[in-house]
């Protein structure tokens, strides 16, 4: 292969780039699935449900299901149909806030020490149910 035909390719030789494209669709879809559920849970679950589980306005937590579930389209389609591809790394920016916002949440109600205790509950034989019956 010439030197002119890998400095077109971005500096990579064309045999390795389908395996790049086939790995990144891999991880985008994978994102989009763990999205589009825990989207599509906020939308689906009552939000007596939902304001149970977390802190925060029932209206508000549809809207975060609604960001998320859009947010999970936007990392698919503009690529798949190839139709303004520029809306994916927004819709990936928006993501990144979503979760930002939700790493901000958690470790500011506490929610790591919850982790930590059903994580340490579980490896002295109990169960996850057992520390959720505890909590109620």
Avoid: C
Avoid at 42 to 58: C, D, F, S, Y
Avoid at 84 to 104: D, E, F, H, S
């Amino acid at each position: 292969m010439t030197k002119i035909a890998i400095e077109q390719h971005g500096g990579q030789s064309p045999r390795k780039r389908p395996v790049v494209n086939y790995v990144l669709w891999t991880v985008q879809g994978l994102l989009a699935l763990l999205f589009l559920f825990a989207g599509g849970m906020k939308l689906a679950l009552p939000i007596e449900v939902l304001t149970k589980q977390m802190p925060l306005p029932g209206l508000f937590l549809r809207f975060i299901g609604m960001a998320e579930v859009f947010g999970a389209i936007g990392l698919i389609l503009p690529g798949l149909l190839r139709i303004r591809q520029g809306l994916t790394p927004l819709a990936a920016a928006g993501l990144v806030i979503v979760m930002i916002g939700a790493t901000v949440l958690t470790l500011a109600t506490g929610g790591v020490s919850a982790a930590k205790k059903l994580h340490s509950s579980r490896r002295s034989g109990g169960s996850s149910f057992d520390l959720i019956a505890e909590a109620a």
